[in-house]
């Protein structure tokens, strides 16, 4: 703190004498990080026209060294020290106008401190703002200023104004753009050895600018700024050599080049680099060095570098295992930058809760965006959301619309779920002329799922023998590419369900070959029709074939093989074999099945005796409207057998099986003098 005699004295003019060395005394007092002390010294010597004097104290507020920073203000004692002719201050000068001054945001900046000491002070704020920034806190662009400052510092000699001033006539601001009078300029800055000129001389003969292109002048220039560590001339030859553009290719050189930028941060380079050594090429494979280059470009927010590291996590390398959870820590920050193929990649992730926890809102927040950025996957996954109300709301309108853009996306499932929705109804007024259209576009498509649907749209309509045919063609083109959908609808229709006479020959011909390929429902066809004893009757091929059938869970494959099981029919008798069969078919809500295992859980057959499992089996198949069921619940409870006794309960089961016509029922409601039986 000065005293007041000493605060007296520093405000007090300057004598002439004092004047005289004040430039020096502020050098001396700027060394010792004395700034205040070297204004006082420097604006005295700026009033006797010390030109460096009012540069010097430009920087200070430039860099904010003893007061508080403001380029406005710095570029006041620039504009002083301009006219005193600092080709300094000419040049910054010049960059001030050129680039402008915005206000700056954030904690401890202009705003936040106009903005709070408002609150604090009020009225009284607006004194203290123009005291302590009374120059503003911004500078307006204005490029004829610039370009006249940047001309005047290039006329001086200046090798960066020079450069900036062809950079100017290169794109023509604040003068015609020339470019000749632009490479005029970064020649004479090149001369003195100026990196950035011999960059920009490189970038014209690359691109041919105002002269032909000439790929060996613009490495030799290229190669002159990076041999003074010029970061884009070095990722500019890098390239060069990498591509091998106007000489050899050499990746070895491209890969030193690329290293030699990357270690100032350059995210080109780092990215560059990165994949070099992922693949080992031009440099040693090495996989975490490599990562940590993609790491580095990647959080300063290099989108190819976000994406690579993505895809790095994604599929991993050899020696490093993939990283689901990392891989879609980038895939998001590719996603959130309108990425349309990490935006589907997101929302499979989110859909199968890989790498993140399972979200199925998230899922169609991503499908959805992705689609509006025209995905036609994710448009189809979108749509089979809003179809079936998959975290978004049921809307089978925005299914369609969703439908047919993945449609024009050419996907032909989009063809045939529209297809499908007319036909049936779901959501949407049933119109067959539109399912038609659908269903025959989508079977054009050549998809012999979309060809199936096709045929059996054709074989329930009313049709002619044409559209017979048509269907048995493309049930016969899908078939031979291998859809096992197709060959067992050809064995329904050689069957004869859709009208002709059968064809059991050709029908096992067709099962047999879905049924090899797994279907199931043609595997259970074929144990039928062997189990047929006016057909083929084979009972071994009909449990082979059951067999496999209900181990791939086919209700009436269950019921089948527990009944051939039981009666020793084509396979080894095994009674307890027969009642898990039984048992697996009962669970799948086979009603006969449920009966069986009712029955022989109440007589011990197969399985241990269990009367009160037997009645809820019974009362399962009951409720099914089978009215044997009906009848055995009935006894059971009129025995009170499993169950507790209970005569009016038995009563009401008899009922139901009697009004199904069951002669046991009728007669257990005569015997209980119950006469009247419903309906």
Not at 190 to 213: M, S, T
Not at 244 to 264: S, V, W
Not at 394 to 409: C, K, M, P, Y
Not at 457 to 474: I, K, P, R, V, W
């Amino acid at each position: 703190m000065l005293s007041s005699r000493s605060l007296l004295q520093w405000l007090r003019p300057a004598s002439a004498s004092s004047r005289a060395g004040a430039f020096e005394c502020g050098m001396a007092a700027y060394e010792r990080g004395q700034y205040l002390e070297s204004i006082k010294h420097w604006k005295l010597a700026s009033e006797t026209g010390e030109a460096e004097a009012a540069y010097r104290i430009g920087m200070l507020y430039v860099k904010g060294e003893g007061v508080v920073r403001s380029v406005p203000d710095a570029a006041i004692w620039y504009e002083r020290a301009a006219r005193l002719g600092n080709v300094e201050a000419q040049f910054q000068l010049g960059l001030i106008f050129l680039q402008g001054e915005k206000p700056l945001l954030g904690p401890h900046r202009h705003e936040t401190w106009r903005q709070s000491s408002a609150v604090r002070l009020g009225d009284k704020a607006s004194n203290i703002h123009q005291l302590v920034f009374p120059h503003g806190t911004s500078v307006e662009r204005n490029i004829d200023a610039a370009f006249h400052w940047i001309s005047v510092a290039a006329e001086r000699g200046k090798a960066e104004a020079q450069t900036v001033l062809g950079n100017m006539y290169s794109e023509g601001l604040g003068c015609e753009k020339n470019l000749q009078i632009a490479f005029a300029w970064y020649g004479v800055a090149a001369e003195q050895n100026c990196a950035a000129a011999e960059f920009a001389l490189g970038d014209i003969y690359f691109q041919g600018k105002g002269v032909p292109v000439d790929f060996e002048q613009a490495a030799a220039w290229y190669r002159n700024a990076a041999g003074q560590d010029h970061v884009r001339a070095q990722v500019a030859l890098a390239f060069m050599n990498l591509k091998g553009t106007g000489m050899p290719e050499n990746p070895a050189e491209a890969a030193r080049l690329f290293q030699g930028a990357a270690m100032h941060d350059d995210v080109i380079a780092l990215y560059n680099i990165g994949l070099l050594r992922l693949k080992g090429h031009g440099v040693a494979k090495d996989i975490d060095r490599a990562e940590t280059a993609l790491r580095k470009a990647a959080r300063k927010d290099y989108y190819p570098a976000v994406q690579a590291l993505a895809e790095f996590y994604s599929h991993g390398a050899a020696g490093f295992a993939p990283d689901l959870r990392e891989a879609a820590v980038w895939y998001e920050k590719a996603a959130e930058r309108d990425d349309v193929q990490a935006q589907f990649f997101m929302g499979r992730f989110y859909a199968t809760g890989t790498g993140v926890g399972p979200n199925i809102r998230q899922a169609a927040r991503w499908f959805e965006r992705a689609a509006r950025n025209g995905h036609a996957t994710a448009a189809f996954n979108i749509a089979i959301f809003y179809l079936n109300g998959s975290g978004v709301e049921r809307n089978v309108e925005s299914a369609i619309e969703w439908f047919e853009r993945a449609s024009e996306g050419g996907i032909n499932a989009a063809q045939l779920q529209l297809g499908r929705l007319y036909s049936a109804g779901n959501g949407v007024p049933r119109d067959q002329k539109r399912a038609k259209e659908w269903l025959s576009k989508a079977a054009v498509g050549g998809d012999p799922d979309a060809k199936t649907a096709y045929a059996l749209f054709l074989l329930h309509q009313d049709g002619s023998t044409e559209q017979l045919e048509q269907a048995c063609a493309l049930l016969i083109e899908a078939a031979e590419a291998d859809h096992a959908p197709a060959a067992f609808q050809l064995g329904v229709l050689h069957m004869g369900k859709f009208g002709g006479d059968a064809d059991v020959e050709a029908a096992v011909t067709w099962f047999a070959r879905a049924a090899g390929a797994g279907h199931v429902d043609a595997q259970y066809a074929l144990g039928l029709l062997h189990l047929d004893p006016n057909g083929m009757s084979d009972a071994k091929a009909a449990a082979s074939w059951m067999t496999k059938a209900a181990h791939a869970g086919h209700a009436g494959a269950q019921f089948q093989l527990a009944v051939l099981y039981c009666t020793g029919a084509g396979l080894a008798q095994d009674i307890a074999q027969g009642a898990q069969w039984y048992e697996a078919a009962a669970r799948q809500g086979h009603k006969v099945a449920q009966f069986n295992l009712a029955v022989m859980l109440g007589k011990g057959q197969g399985c241990e005796a269990d009367p009160g499992k037997a009645v809820e089996w019974f009362e399962r198949a009951a409720q099914q409207d089978m009215a044997e069921a009906q009848f055995a619940l009935g006894d059971a409870l009129m025995a009170g057998s499993g169950v507790t006794k209970d005569q009016d309960a038995a009563v009401q089961w008899y009922r139901r099986a009697a009004n199904q016509n069951h002669e046991g029922a009728r007669r257990r409601l005569d015997a209980v003098g119950v006469t009247t039986v419903d309906g």
